[in-house]
């Protein structure tokens, strides 16, 4: 039964913690070894996922930490690969621009709040549980990652009828 419920919950969300490791490092061969991880840890403590209020809420917590984590051991040279944007340099800015490229230079709460309300389309409240943070730093985290994203971004930048105050 354990055995069978787990399988369910892996069949069913694998892809979607897989996906937020993606967004929130960048690299799709991390992700998939995160969510793998993630996945480990949540086999590991599965009575407590399965009494959870929100098991799958459980499940993006863990790969937020496990993202933080990679992130921390990774070190800030790699994280700013936009650095000429941020430092105004002229800068030939392809038609198409790279939002992961910019999400990296995000601090990893506003990354992961910008992360969980958009692309997950999760509400404040969620985010809030995932990231043990309140409703409120949810708000503000996000708010300013948008912000930071859109000044970043420049023109190219709107998140569904929400656009950046410049």
């Known amino acids: 039964m354990r ?3 787990f399988r369910a919950y892996f069949e ?3 892809a ?23 996945l480990t840890e949540v086999w590991r403590h ?25 992130v921390r051991r990774r070190g800030r040279e790699r994280l700013l690969s936009f650095g000429s944007l941020r430092h105004g340099r ?11 490229g910019a999400l990296r230079l995000l601090p990893h709460r506003r990354r992961a709040c910008v992360v969980l309300r958009y692309a997950f389309d999760l509400p404040e409240r969620e985010v809030a549980a995932i990231l043990d943070i309140s409703v409120g730093a949810v708000k503000s985290a996000t708010s ?19 656009e950046a105050a410049r």
């Open 16 to 38: 979607s913690l897989s996906r937020l490791a993606y967004l929130m490092t960048g690299e799709s061969q991390v992700a998939d070894d995160l969510a793998a991880d993630a």
């Open 46 to 70: 599965w009575d407590r996922v399965n009494a959870a209020d929100d098991p799958v809420a459980y499940g993006h917590g863990i790969v937020m930490n496990l993202s933080r984590q990679w």
């Open 144 to 162: 300013r990652g948008a912000r930071q994203l859109a000044e970043l971004l420049g023109d190219h930048f709107r998140i569904d009828g929400w």
């Open 12 to 14: 069913r969300h694998h």
């Open 3 to 5: 055995d069978d419920a």
């Open 90 to 100: 002229d800068t030939d800015v392809p038609a198409v621009v790279d939002v992961r």
